[in-house]
């Protein structure tokens, strides 16, 4: 078995991006595209505390720059998570569904 | 197995807890350990809630299965394990079956860091309070999918209820930790880990609880509000009362599983008891540690666990004394004698002078739990239970902005000297 | 395992990395083919806590605290709270997978053919060297995050602190006002 590198980190990263981005592209379900952009955000942040880690070994243990912005994008998610439900909800209680695809009263 | 005996030996004459020395062996046995003893205080917990809670409202409790009571969480056991297993027609089988291991993992994954003692904790990690106080929020996840899985609406508004009470005391909970970790960074560095905090009130010579005063008092006031709402019990445990909701979430689980959320509550209880403990009654320190110093003050205080134990066989003993003299309470009355026995053994091994300087540490922590174990039980047989909205009011309206200010107070008057130094500056440019 | 090596580097690190990448996978395949919503959310929340996991195997352990509290411990339960309130069942029933499902796979396998591109091309892997372990100073995470969020000297992110925030506060705002009744 080799060293586990960056690299290591960085496929797995991209694999979960490729799962989330096919769970959003595929889909019907609201609650799961929510959760598949969910996985998307984890993904990124991966790559970001790998990253951090790859830069500490360059810079010294206070280049910790990849895990501040790992903090800031989980508590954008929870933001996001937030107001995503709400806007799930309030359109549940029009349409009696969770169905991407059928609100399309807009559709030309 | 030389290797392997050299391999034991190393620890014992190291000064850091197994998790931070790398050895597996002894962080084995210590998780052995923790699970032996939480197993004990359960059952223990049991027999004591029913006894104490009997005595309160005037009348004995359990008396017929052992002497005073004492076989009857045996008795519980066997019974919530030979009981038959239902499942509510039409329950999701996987998520039914998965949600009370959810509970008891995040109730049990918690004793990975509770210092007993500064070397015997399973590992003391340096985010040890934010990893507490994050596990113990994964048991909201157990008891929404239980009350989900139950396909039923009692257990769901249960559920619900149950989870909302838990998520918004988490965050009063939260707010009061941290104005109790800024004490810590008043000398020297500031920490997040368990054995840290302990050691920080030993060198300020203070527990945090009269630090500032009041300030560590209203902050561990709001802590262990908290945390009688965020472990269900009276007067917070509308959600899972008999007389409301026909036991709320756990209404649809019988025998084994029911066992399973029972063992997790309690050990959520136990559980944060010891954050109280460790972050404002100076976790394993004894009384006076840096005003008492001495010989013969050491010696004085490392008896008392032994004099406890004597204590207790004492009160066996003269209950034995009190037993009818009628033949058919031969049986129980042997017993009692055998179990005061038991306890007057024990107390005599803790006065053996080797056992006595390890012992010291983990007793005080387990007494200062135990007080408050005493207080969760008093609290049921004293306070009516909070309406459901009562119960939200008071965590968001009072707490929390209770919390909040005292943050602010908390963080002004540790850094005082330091801002006046910064007033002073500005008004004399 | 011989005893006698030093615990750092951790000898079990590829069986720990491989076991928890399998986890992340799995929990992931499951999170997007699931037809009941809550059995998706319970595979997120495997996931989420597999991912503090490797946080912590790159030394990163406020991180993986700061997940376990806020991810696994509050946007699920949220999540959770949603599936409850609005009923599933009928959407059980329904066909699960859009129109375009082979649009979307196609959409990604490009976008995974890209990363791939950029991984194997030798530049990518000179820009990869292991991860070194002398860069970690035991116990001085939390400390030096903090140092970076708000310290007077080296604080260059103390205004994103603040304007996070500020959006928390939108989206608490936003959110009440979205699910009321009657606005």
């Not at chain 2, 408050?372 to 119960?391: C, E, V």
């Not at chain 3, 936003?174 to 606005?183: D, S």
């Amino acid at each position: 078995m080799t060293n586990i590198s960056t690299l290591h980190y960085l496929v797995l990263g991209a694999a979960l991006f490729l799962l989330g981005v096919i769970g959003v592209l595929t889909r019907r379900n609201v609650v799961i595209i929510l959760m598949s952009i969910e996985l998307i955000l984890n993904a990124v942040n991966l790559n970001l505390v790998a990253f951090s880690r790859y830069w500490q070994g360059i810079h010294g243990a206070s280049a910790l720059q990849g895990q501040v912005f790992a903090i800031f994008i989980i508590t954008d998610a929870a933001a996001e998570a937030a107001v995503g439900l709400g806007i799930l909800i309030a359109f549940f209680r029009n349409k009696e569904t969770v169905n991407v695809d059928e609100v399309n009263l807009l559709k030309w | 197995m030389h290797d392997f005996v050299q391999y034991v030996q190393s620890y014992l004459s190291s000064d850091q807890t197994p998790g931070a020395a790398g050895n597996i062996f002894w962080a084995v046995v210590y998780v052995l350990l923790v699970f032996v003893g939480l197993s004990v205080a359960v059952i223990a917990m049991n027999w004591l809630e029913r006894k104490i809670l009997a005595h309160m409202q005037v009348r004995l409790g359990p008396m017929r299965v052992g002497p005073h009571g004492l076989l009857q969480p045996i008795a519980d056991a066997l019974k919530l394990l030979l009981k038959e297993d239902i499942i509510p027609d039409g329950a999701d089988k996987v998520v039914f079956w998965v949600a009370p291991f959810i509970v008891v993992l995040a109730a049990f994954t918690v004793f990975v860091v509770v210092p007993f003692g500064p070397t015997h904790a399973i590992t003391d990690m340096n985010i040890g309070i934010l990893f507490m106080l994050g596990v113990s929020s994964l048991s909201v996840l157990g008891i929404v999918t239980a009350g989900w899985a139950s396909n039923s609406h009692y257990p769901l508004i249960g559920a619900l209820r149950s989870s909302a009470q838990m998520v918004s005391y988490e965050v009063a909970m939260g707010l009061a930790v941290v104005s109790a970790i800024m004490m810590t960074s008043l000398e020297g560095n500031g920490t997040l880990s368990m054995i840290g905090i302990v050691q920080a009130q030993l060198a300020q010579h203070e527990w945090f609880l009269f630090k500032f005063f009041p300030l560590g008092f209203i902050a561990f006031g709001i802590f262990a509000i908290a945390m009688v709402a965020e472990t269900n019990r009276a007067p917070f445990d509308l959600p899972e009362a008999e007389s409301e909701l026909t036991a709320g979430f756990h209404t649809e689980y019988s025998g084994f599983r029911w066992s399973l959320f029972f063992l997790a509550e309690y050990s959520a209880m136990i559980a944060v008891s010891s954050i109280a403990v460790t972050l404002w009654l100076g976790g394993w320190l004894r009384p006076f540690p840096n005003l008492l110093t001495g010989t013969i003050w050491n010696l004085a205080f490392s008896l008392i666990p032994g004099l406890t134990f004597l204590f207790l066989g004492a009160i066996c003993f003269y209950n034995t004394a009190r037993m009818p003299k009628h033949p058919l309470f031969k049986i129980q009355t042997i017993g009692l004698a055998g179990f005061g026995a038991v306890l007057a053994l024990i107390g005599l091994v803790m006065f053996v002078p080797a056992v006595r300087d390890r012992v010291g540490d983990i007793f005080w922590f387990s007494a200062k739990v135990a007080g408050f174990m005493y207080l969760y039980i008093w609290y049921r047989g004293t306070f009516p239970r909070y309406r459901f909205d009562q119960l939200m009011k008071v965590g968001w309206k009072v707490l929390l902005p209770t919390g909040l200010a005292l943050l602010i107070l908390t963080a002004v008057v540790g850094m005082r000297s330091e801002l006046l130094a910064q007033v002073k500056e500005v008004l004399h440019r | 395992m011989n005893p006698s090596l030093p615990s750092n580097p951790p000898v079990a690190t590829p069986y720990f990395f491989y076991g928890l990448a399998a986890i992340m996978i799995i929990g992931g395949i499951l999170v997007i083919t699931r037809k009941n919503a809550v059995h998706s959310a319970l595979a997120l929340i495997t996931t989420l806590l597999a991912q503090a996991a490797l946080y912590l195997m790159l030394y990163a352990p406020f991180v993986a605290g700061v997940q376990i509290i806020l991810y696994a411990g509050g946007i699920m339960v949220l999540f959770l709270f949603v599936i409850m309130l609005i009923s599933i069942e009928r959407n059980m029933k329904e066909r699960q997978f859009n129109k375009q499902w082979v649009v979307g796979i196609v959409a990604a396998g490009a976008l995974g053919g890209l990363l791939i591109a950029v991984y194997t091309t030798t530049k990518g892997g000179i820009l990869f060297p292991p991860v070194g372990h002398e860069s970690y100073v035991d116990g001085q995470n939390t400390q030096g995050i903090a140092s970076l969020l708000f310290s007077q000297q080296s604080g260059t992110y103390m205004f994103a602190f603040e304007i996070a925030s500020l959006l928390l506060l939108v989206a608490i705002i936003g959110a009440v006002v979205m699910a009321k009744k009657r606005i």
